[in-house]
C-alpha cells in the first residue's frame, strides 16, 4: 500500500534543510534526527541541551553527543564558530581520480553498528561481568571531557563485540577521533570500523596508521599552502595516493609539489592522475632531489638536441631549425615523462 502526505499537514509548516535528508539520513540515529527536528521547529527559541532533553526524555549527555554529530556535518554551528556553506557528499572529491596501482590491505567488510543497542539493564549486566568496560568507560570520559551517556556507552560496548576490537584499541580510537576534531560517537564507531576491516587490531597496528595518516596529512596541508587545492582533508582515493607516494616512493612534499608544477605546465589544470604518472616515472628512473629533477631534465634537454643534430634535411625546401629555438620545453619532457606522444606546437 501507497502512502502520502495528507495536504491539510502543510497549514502549520518549517523548514528543513535538504542535507539532512539527502546526505545524512541513512548516517543519523533516531535520537540525533529528533536533535534536529525539534532544533529546527523550534529555532526561533535559545533552546540549551536541558531543554531539548527534557522535551525528548533523553538524558543530556546523548543530546549533547547528537549536537556535536550535526556540528561535524557542518548543519550546526558552535559558539562563535563561523557558518560556511553546507556541501553535499558528491562535491568533497574536486577532481576524478583513475584507480592508480597502489598496494592495497585486505579489508575484511564489516557492518555497521546497528540502531539496536544494548538496553541500560544490558550495560549494567556487562559492567558487572567485566571491569574492563568500567576502565574503558572512565578512561574514555577523561579523553572526551564529558561524562558519556547511553549512546556513547553502547557504541564502545559494540565496537568490542561487533567489531572485535581490543579494549586499549578501542581507546586507541577514541584518542585518534579526538585528535582529528571528531568527539561525536558516530565518527569514533566510524574509526573502530575502518581499523577493524583493515585488521588493526593491536596498539602497534593502531600507532603505525596513526603515524602514516599524520604524516599524509602533514604533507597535504603543505601542498594546499602551495597550491590551489580547495578540500581542507584528502578524500579516500587522494589519500591512496599520497600514501604510495610517501611510503613506498620516499617522497616528500617538495618533490610531490614539483609534480604539481609540471602538471600544471603540461595541462594546464590540477590533475592527480597525472601527477601520479609523473612521480611514477620518476621513481622508476631513480629521481630522488630536486637536483635530480633538474638532471633528469638536462638529460632529456640534451638527448633531444643530439637528434636534432643527427636529423638531416630530406630536401632543399625543408625548414631549417631557428637558431633561438630552446633546446627543449617544460610541456615535451613532461609529456615523454608520463609516455605520451610529443606534439609540436604551431609556431602561429
Not at 56 to 63: A, E, F, W
Not at 156 to 185: R, W
Not at 239 to 247: D, G, S
Not at 305 to 332: F, G, H, I, R, V
Amino acid at each position: 500500500m501507497n502512502y502520502k502526505i495528507n495536504p491539510y499537514a502543510y497549514k502549520n509548516i518549517f523548514a528543513v534543510p535538504a542535507s539532512v535528508v539527502d546526505d545524512n539520513i541513512r548516517l543519523a540515529s533516531v535520537l540525533q534526527l529528533k536533535v534536529m527536528l525539534y532544533m529546527l521547529r523550534h529555532s526561533e527559541e535559545n533552546l540549551t541541551n536541558d531543554d531539548i532533553a527534557s522535551a525528548l526524555g533523553y538524558d543530556k549527555t546523548d543530546v549533547e553527543d547528537a549536537m556535536i554529530f550535526w556540528n561535524e556535518r557542518g548543519l550546526l554551528t558552535k559558539g562563535e564558530e563561523k557558518a560556511e556553506p553546507v556541501l553535499h557528499i558528491e562535491s568533497v572529491a574536486e577532481v576524478k581520480i583513475e584507480p592508480a596501482e597502489v598496494p592495497e590491505k585486505q579489508l575484511r567488510k564489516v557492518s555497521d553498528i546497528p540502531l539496536s543497542r544494548p538496553s541500560h539493564e544490558q550495560i549494567a549486566v556487562r559492567l558487572q561481568e567485566c571491569k574492563e568496560f568500567a576502565d574503558l568507560f572512565a578512561e574514555a570520559q577523561k579523553t572526551l571531557g564529558k561524562t558519556i551517556g547511553y549512546d556513547g556507552q553502547s557504541v564502545l560496548i559494540m565496537m568490542h563485540d561487533s567489531y572485535g576490537l581490543p579494549f586499549e584499541v578501542i581507546l586507541m580510537a577514541v584518542e585518534y577521533a579526538v585528535s582529528q576534531k571528531k568527539t561525536g560517537f558516530s565518527s569514533i564507531a566510524k574509526v573502530g570500523k575502518s581499523w577493524s576491516e583493515l585488521g588493526i587490531d593491536t596498539l602497534e597496528g593502531a600507532m603505525e596508521y596513526i603515524e602514516e595518516h599524520s604524516i599524509v596529512n602533514e604533507t597535504w596541508n603543505k601542498l594546499r599552502s602551495l597550491t590551489d587545492i580547495t578540500n581542507r582533508v584528502p578524500t579516500e582515493k587522494q589519500r591512496k595516493l599520497l600514501t604510495c607516494w610517501i611510503k613506498q616512493y620516499g617522497y616528500d612534499a617538495e618533490i610531490i609539489y614539483y609534480a604539481y608544477e609540471e602538471t600544471i605546465n603540461a595541462t594546464g589544470k590540477m590533475s592527480l592522475p597525472y601527477m601520479d604518472k609523473i612521480i611514477k616515472n620518476w621513481y622508476e628512473k631513480g629521481v630522488k632531489t630536486p637536483m635530480d629533477i633538474q638532471k633528469e631534465k638536462a638529460r632529456w634537454a640534451e638527448e633531444r638536441e643530439n637528434k636534432k643534430a643527427q636529423k638531416k634535411p630530406q630536401s632543399k625546401n625543408t625548414p631549417t631549425l631557428l637558431k633561438d629555438e630552446p633546446s627543449y620545453d617544460m610541456d615535451a619532457f613532461t609529456k615523454k615523462a608520463i609516455g605520451l606522444k610529443y606534439v609540436k606546437p604551431n609556431s602561429n
